[in-house]
């Protein structure tokens, strides 16, 4: 994949005070050294596939006269049908956007949409979602790194169990909410608060309970399986605060955990091998 598009950029949407020219765009494109791990200013690679190319970085542009951190994230348009999904808006990039709109509208952080824009790069048509960059560790580094205290460790279970049980009780349904997509912005008196990204695939639609496993099965894939404490804590934050249907019946608070710990152990057991096909840990 290469680096963002700086040939004929096109600008197709962008938010409130990001209305810049493509002629600026394209100049601060330009100034990054997109190849040189040491360059200023300096370029992360948020999302190394398997084979080595990266689709998502981390860096300043410097637009108007003032560096602005960015995130971007590109995808081609190798074909008329990709490119017709970008012209009439049904592409990655504008569904992301519209899915983080829906969730900060239900008072569910997700990192906005700042701009979209098309253009090319070494004859390549790419289409680019500029993203509000969000500070923080992903859950799944968390998890991995196990830097944290027990304590620590109940907190973000609870915080991920809560958050399930905000999306059921929004009407919103987010296909991949995978500990890699959720970030950890900030802890206050001990509880983390939580932003949700890569928010491509959410639509307004019933989210089952049982969608809590995708929290399970990515560092389950990555030999970090978390703990019965853990997921036990995750599933009764989402009964706690949740609606009727993480509620099944009238039947005491443990009983509900245990019938929804009965669904997710069924469901786990027939999802087989979860190992990622890209490693979501590999940046630099």
């Not at 080595?52 to 860096?59: E, F, I, K, P, S």
């Not at 969608?211 to 990555?222: D, M, N, R, S």
Request: with cysteine; net charge positive.
């Amino acid at each position: 994949m290469p680096a963002p598009p700086c040939d004929e950029l096109r600008v197709v949407r962008y938010a409130d005070r990001w209305g810049f020219a493509a002629r600026q765009w394209q100049q601060a494109i330009r100034a990054v050294d997109w190849d040189r791990r040491d360059a200023e200013p300096a370029v992360r690679r948020l999302k190394i596939r398997a084979d080595g190319d990266c689709t998502v970085w981390r860096t300043h542009l410097t637009l108007d006269g003032q560096p602005r951190e960015v995130v971007l994230k590109t995808a081609e348009l190798p074909t008329l049908i990709k490119q017709a999904q970008s012209w009439l808006g049904l592409s990655k990039s504008f569904r992301q956007w519209r899915g983080a709109e829906l969730l900060n509208a239900h008072g569910i952080h997700a990192a906005r949409g700042l701009a979209i824009l098309r253009g090319r790069r070494d004859e390549h048509l790419l289409e680019m979602l500029v993203v509000e960059p969000l500070n923080g560790p992903t859950v799944l580094q968390l998890l991995t790194a196990d830097d944290l205290g027990v304590r620590q460790q109940h907190a973000l279970a609870r915080a991920v169990g809560s958050l399930f049980a905000e999306l059921i009780k929004a009407g919103v349904r987010v296909r991949d909410p995978k500990p890699s997509n959720i970030i950890v912005t900030e802890w206050k008196d001990g509880t983390p608060a939580l932003a949700l990204v890569d928010t491509v695939d959410v639509v307004r639609a019933e989210m089952e309970p049982l969608a809590i496993t995708k929290a399970y099965f990515e560092p389950a894939g990555l030999g970090c399986t978390p703990r019965r404490t853990l997921l036990y804590r995750a599933l009764r934050a989402m009964c706690d605060a949740g609606p009727a249907q993480t509620q099944p019946g009238s039947i005491p608070p443990r009983q509900r955990v245990r019938a929804l710990w009965d669904w997710a152990s069924a469901e786990m057991a027939r999802h087989g091998d979860p190992t990622p096909t890209d490693n979501p840990l590999a940046t630099d």
